[in-house]
C-alpha cells in the first residue's frame, strides 16, 4: 500500500537528476525545508574522453551544502517525513516505498504520456494541451494516483524549451502551494495509458513526405536532422510557411524536401529555414549558411 504524506511535512528527501530537476530543489530549499539528504544518478561522462561530471541536481545540492548520495537505500536512513522524486530516472525499490511517503512531480496530464519523455512526446504529436501532475509513486512506471493536476496550452511557437520551462515553473509552485495546504486524499488516474518512450536519435530524422506542421514539430523537440550532398545537417528553428489565395505567392509545388532559397518543400505545405547546423559547424542562420553553401534551386534534403 502506497503511503500517503503526513499532514505536516518539514523533513524532505529529494531526489533527481537532470537541469530540469533543479527548480524544484531550489524551491523547496527557499521555503525553508529541511531537506537532509538529494539522491541522484552516479557521476557520468558527456563525452568519450572527458573526465566523470557530476548531474545537474548534485551540483545543485553541494553548492547549497547538503548531503548527495546515489545510493537510494540512503533515503530510509534519514528520519524523513517525505520524499520528493523529480526525473530521478531509476525505479524506486518497493521496500523503500513500503517505509517513506513519496511524491512525484511528473511532466503531463496523466495517464498520456506516462514514461521518460512526456513533453517531447506532446509536441510531436501534436497535442494542444499538457500539464503536470503531482502524483503518489508506485513500484509500477507512473500510475500512482495524483494529488493535483494543472494544465498548459501548447501553443504553435511553443519549442522543448519553453514548454519545458513553463511547465517547471508550474511544477515549483504546485509543489510548495501542495506542500503548504496538505495533500488530501489523490485522484486514481482515469484513462487508457499512453507511453513516452525515451527520443531516439533516428526518430529525429525528417521525413520530408510529411506536412511542414509535422516536421516543425519534430524541429520544435531539438535535434531534428536530415542529410544535406551526403553530411548529417540539424534544423534548429524554422516556420511553417503560410499558403496564400494569390497564386504569385504560393511557393512552386516541388519535391519533399527541395529548396528554393530558404524555403524547404514538404509532402503537404513549406517550412521557411530560420537557423541551422552542418556537420562538424556550429549553429548559424539560415542566411549564412545558404551564402557559403550556394544551394541550387530544386536541390533537395535527404536525397
Not at 39 to 60: F, N, Y
Not at 85 to 112: E, K, Q, W
Not at 160 to 186: H, K
Not at 204 to 215: H, K, Q, T
Request: glycine share 8%; proline share 7%.
Amino acid at each position: 500500500m502506497t503511503l500517503r504524506p503526513p499532514a505536516e511535512v518539514r523533513r524532505i528527501v529529494y531526489m533527481g537528476t537532470p537541469e530540469l530537476a533543479v527548480a524544484p530543489l531550489l524551491s523547496l530549499h527557499q521555503a525553508e525545508y529541511e531537506i537532509p539528504l538529494v539522491i541522484t544518478r552516479p557521476d557520468a561522462r558527456r563525452s568519450r574522453r572527458g573526465s566523470p561530471q557530476p548531474s545537474p541536481v548534485k551540483s545543485a545540492a553541494l553548492d547549497l551544502g547538503i548531503r548527495v548520495s546515489d545510493s537510494v537505500t540512503d533515503a530510509s536512513e534519514v528520519n524523513a517525513d517525505l520524499a520528493v522524486v523529480v526525473a530521478y530516472g531509476r525505479i524506486i525499490p518497493t521496500a523503500l516505498l513500503d517505509r517513506l511517503a513519496m511524491v512525484n512531480i511528473h511532466f503531463s496530464l496523466l495517464p498520456r504520456w506516462r514514461g521518460a519523455a512526456p513533453v517531447e512526446r506532446a509536441i510531436m504529436a501534436g497535442d494542444s494541451r499538457t500539464g503536470v501532475c503531482l502524483m503518489a509513486v508506485e513500484p509500477e512506471l507512473d500510475t500512482g494516483a495524483v494529488y493535483r493536476r494543472d494544465e498548459t496550452e501548447i501553443s504553435d511557437d511553443d519549442t522543448l524549451e519553453t514548454l519545458r520551462g513553463r511547465l517547471v515553473e508550474i511544477g515549483c509552485d504546485q509543489l510548495i502551494d501542495t506542500l503548504a495546504a496538505g495533500f488530501g486524499i489523490p485522484e486514481p488516474q482515469v484513462g487508457e495509458p499512453v507511453y513516452a518512450e525515451k527520443i531516439r536519435s533516428s526518430e529525429l530524422e525528417i521525413d520530408w513526405l510529411g506536412s511542414a506542421v509535422e516536421v516543425n514539430r519534430l524541429i520544435r523537440v531539438g535535434g531534428a536532422w536530415t542529410t544535406w550532398r551526403g553530411r548529417r545537417f540539424k534544423i534548429i528553428s524554422a516556420s511553417v510557411v503560410e499558403d496564400s489565395r494569390d497564386d504569385d505567392a504560393v511557393p512552386k509545388r516541388r519535391d519533399p524536401g527541395a529548396l528554393d532559397g530558404m524555403i524547404v518543400s514538404t509532402g503537404h505545405g513549406s517550412l521557411q529555414l530560420l537557423e541551422v547546423q552542418p556537420e562538424g559547424k556550429g549553429r548559424q542562420l539560415v542566411a549564412a549558411w545558404s551564402n557559403g553553401a550556394h544551394p541550387q534551386v530544386d536541390e533537395r534534403f535527404g536525397a
